[in-house]
């Protein structure tokens, strides 16, 4: 069965502390692995898109990197700003994005 | 990427009302798509609508309770009949922009009491 899990489920930080959010998957034929953000009440904001093993990603203090089985979601030193809950997403060669269920950060100051 | 507007933002409606939630796109697109977001928890596909065929329901969602219409290549409504509490739920739309992202729109949250 396709899967994407997401861990950890929450993650608190402090300001300027880094850390990483993990996304594994088994999915046949992947197409594709997408990185969301989401703010409470509103729909979520496109980050990075992996395609292939060993390909990185960098957007201000993310950074997204994938292997054949998973992918990691590094924050440096982040700012409280960055607090929101992130989605990871996997298409498959069926077409259909299967998302994980999300890690929710909070970054206190 | 696209630009993706929805109405309305927010409702509450009393159970065994319908409420019909549109979403316009900045630009023609063929696929669209319908996710349901239930408290707490990730996004779960309703359905693909594409412009000019019967949109395509996913196991557990059916054309009765979440009729669907796509007239042209820049809106699609989604409706949620009969509705019960359980159907309480952040309705979002989505769009795939032609480069295997799907960009979302703010969402409607709705409230059935």
């Known amino acids: 069965e396709d899967q994407v899990t997401q861990s950890p489920e929450a993650l608190r930080l402090q300001e300027g502390e880094s850390s990483s959010l993990n996304c594994s998957y088994t999915?046949?034929?992947?197409?594709?692995l997408f990185w969301y953000r989401q703010d409470p009440g509103k729909g979520p904001e496109f980050l990075f898109t992996l395609y292939s093993a060993g390909e990185e990603k960098e957007k201000e203090r993310l950074k997204a990197t994938l292997t054949k089985k998973e992918s990691f979601l590094h924050i440096t030193a982040p700012k409280p700003e960055d607090s929101a809950t992130y989605l990871c997403a996997v298409r498959w060669q069926g077409g259909k994005l299967i998302f994980g269920q999300g890690t929710e950060l909070s970054v206190k100051p | 990427s696209a630009v993706i507007s929805q109405k309305p933002s927010r409702d509450i409606c009393q159970r065994g009302t319908s409420l019909t939630i549109q979403c316009q796109v900045d630009?023609?697109?063929?696929?669209m798509f319908w996710y349901r977001q239930q408290p707490g928890q990730s996004l779960t596909l309703i359905a693909t609508a594409n412009q000019g065929s019967e949109a395509t329901y996913e196991s557990g969602f059916v054309i009765d309770k979440f009729p669907i219409s796509r007239p042209n290549l820049t809106f699609s409504t989604l409706t949620v009949s009969n509705m019960s509490p359980e159907d309480s739920s952040i309705y979002l739309c989505?769009?795939?922009?032609?480069?295997?992202?799907?960009?979302f729109g703010p969402g409607t949250r709705l409230t059935v009491l």
């Open positions: 989505s769009v795939d922009a032609g480069t295997d992202t799907q960009y």
């Open positions: 630009s023609q697109v063929t696929m």
């Open positions: 999915v046949s034929g992947l197409r594709g």
